[in-house]
C-alpha cells in the first residue's frame, strides 16, 4: 500500500515538474512608435528567442507603433521592416495592429503586410495578455 500511495506522489511530482519545464514564457511587446521603438524591438524579439526559442511572443501595436507593419515601409537603414517581421512570424511572433489606430487614422488594412494580424484595441489587448501571465515589455 505505501509504494502506491508512494509511486502515485513520484509520478504526480514528474508531471508537475515537465509541465513546468515545458510551459512557454508568454510576452507582450508594446510598440507605439516606429520611429523609437520598432527597429530596437523586432532586435529585441530576435534576442530574446535565441536566448528563450520557446518564448509565446505577441507584439501589439498602436498609434505611429503600426506604421513599420504597412506594406512598403524601411528602417533607417533602409531595409525593409516586412523581411524581419516575416522571419520572426515564422518562428511563431504574432504582430497585431490595433483596428482603433486605423479609425482614427483613416487607415485601411490592405495597407498592412501581410504577417499582420489585427485586434478591436491594442491597449485592451495588452491589458489581457497580461491578465493572461504575459510579461510586459516596451522597447
Same mark, same amino acid.
Do not use: C, W
Given at each position: 500500500?505505501?509504494?502506491?500511495?508512494? =509511486?502515485? &506522489?513520484?509520478?504526480? *511530482?514528474f508531471a508537475v515538474a515537465a509541465a513546468t519545464a515545458s510551459a512557454q514564457d508568454a510576452v507582450v511587446y508594446h510598440v507605439?512608435?516606429?520611429?523609437?521603438? !520598432? *527597429?530596437? @524591438? *523586432?532586435?529585441?524579439i530576435r534576442n530574446? *528567442?535565441?536566448?528563450?526559442? @520557446?518564448?509565446?511572443?505577441t507584439v &501589439?501595436?498602436? #498609434?505611429?507603433g503600426v506604421d513599420f507593419l504597412?506594406? @512598403?515601409?524601411k528602417d533607417r537603414n533602409e531595409n525593409p521592416f =516586412?523581411?524581419? &517581421? #516575416? !522571419?520572426?512570424?515564422?518562428? @511563431? &511572433?504574432k504582430f497585431e495592429v490595433c483596428e482603433f489606430t486605423l479609425k482614427n487614422r483613416n487607415l485601411k488594412k490592405e495597407q498592412f503586410i501581410q504577417e499582420a494580424d489585427f485586434t478591436p484595441s491594442g491597449v485592451a489587448r495588452i491589458a489581457k495578455l497580461q491578465k493572461q501571465g !504575459? !510579461?510586459?515589455i516596451k522597447p
Open positions: 500500500m505505501k509504494r502506491t500511495i508512494r =509511486s502515485i &506522489v513520484v509520478g504526480t *511530482l507605439n512608435d516606429t520611429a523609437t521603438q !520598432a *527597429l530596437a @524591438g *523586432l532586435r529585441n530574446h *528567442l535565441e536566448a528563450d526559442p @520557446g518564448a509565446k511572443i &501589439v501595436t498602436h #498609434a505611429f504597412m506594406e @512598403g515601409m =516586412s523581411a524581419t &517581421v #516575416a !522571419a520572426l512570424v515564422a518562428r @511563431g &511572433v !504575459a !510579461a510586459y
